[in-house]
Nanobody
Framework: QVQLVESGGGLVQAGDSLRLSCVAS????????MGWFRQAPGKEREFVAT???????AYAASVKGRFTISRDNAKNTVYLQMNSLKPEDTAVYSC?????????????????WGQGTQVTVSS
């Protein structure tokens, strides 16, 4: 069982930056693929970014060039640096984990989920 705890959300203005963190329990973090997803009110949860256990990275087209995913295996933590935030980035952001295969963009491929952290971007 893996527990994931996100932090770093908040209320910011358009153009600002935030860094989200997700800390995982357990001793196998380095062997897990990690993903960030978000869900806006009235919308389905959507893929944001993923980093595989080997370090391969992929982004959704809507955030590419603005968001950066990274991981620190020594701290069991995955980060999402979000720059140039837009009102349409407003959502609950959740991290997800699964035993290492490849960095999937599909939410159904992940086994463990955090509770999420709210990001609100005002115009």
């Amino acid at each position: 069982q893996v527990q994931l705890v996100e932090s770093g959300g908040g209320l910011v203005q358009a153009g600002d930056s935030l860094r989200l963190s997700c800390v995982a329990s357990g001793r196998t973090f380095s062997q897990h693929d990690m993903g960030w997803f978000r869900q806006a009110p009235g919308k389905e949860r959507e893929f944001v970014a993923t980093i595989s256990w080997t370090g391969s990275i992929a982004y959704a087209a809507s955030v590419k060039g603005r968001f950066t995913i990274s991981r620190d295996n020594a701290k069991n933590t995955v980060y999402l640096q979000m720059n140039s935030l837009k009102p349409e980035d407003t959502a609950v952001y959740s991290c997800a984990s699964r035993a290492g295969k490849y960095g999937s963009t599909e939410r159904g491929d992940y086994d463990y989920w955090g509770q999420g952290t709210q990001v609100t971007v005002s115009s």
